[in-house]
């Protein structure tokens, strides 16, 4: 059975920081493709970052490239998101997701509001 389970949103001002979690269990971060998407208020879900196996080589979407960085606690079994220069247009309900032989699995979300 996977599980993902994020944590980690909240309020904070524009320019600030956040660190997301997703623990995973049912799945082998440092094996098994992991991403993050987010969907903004109005809008579709969209792709964040993601990370494919054991390849360390991270994908960033063009909106958070430079900004974000995905990391992994193997020993863990955690996925992170660290969230720098946050933007209002940043506010939207994070999710972790991962594709296991052929099914996508998804976790419940973590709000993220970025507003002073």
């Known amino acids: 059975q996977v599980q993902l389970v994020e944590s980690g949103g909240g309020l904070v001002q524009p320019g600030g920081t956040l660190r997301l979690a997703c623990s995973a269990s049912?799945?082998?971060?440092?094996?098994?493709?992991m991403g993050w998407h987010r969907q903004l208020p109005g809008k579709e879900r969209q792709w964040v970052a993601s990370?494919?196996?054991?390849?360390?080589?991270?994908f960033y979407g063009d909106s958070v490239k430079g900004r974000f960085t995905l990391s992994r606690d193997n020993a863990k079994n955690t996925m992170y998101l660290q969230m720098n220069g946050l933007k209002p247009e940043d506010t939207g309900v994070y999710y972790c997701?991962?594709?296991?032989?052929?099914?996508?699995?998804w976790g419940q979300g973590t709000q993220v509001t970025v507003s002073s």
């Open positions: 049912g799945v082998a971060i440092s094996r098994d493709a």
């Open positions: 990370v494919f196996g054991s390849d360390s080589t991270r």
């Open positions: 997701k991962t594709v296991l032989r052929g099914q996508e699995y």
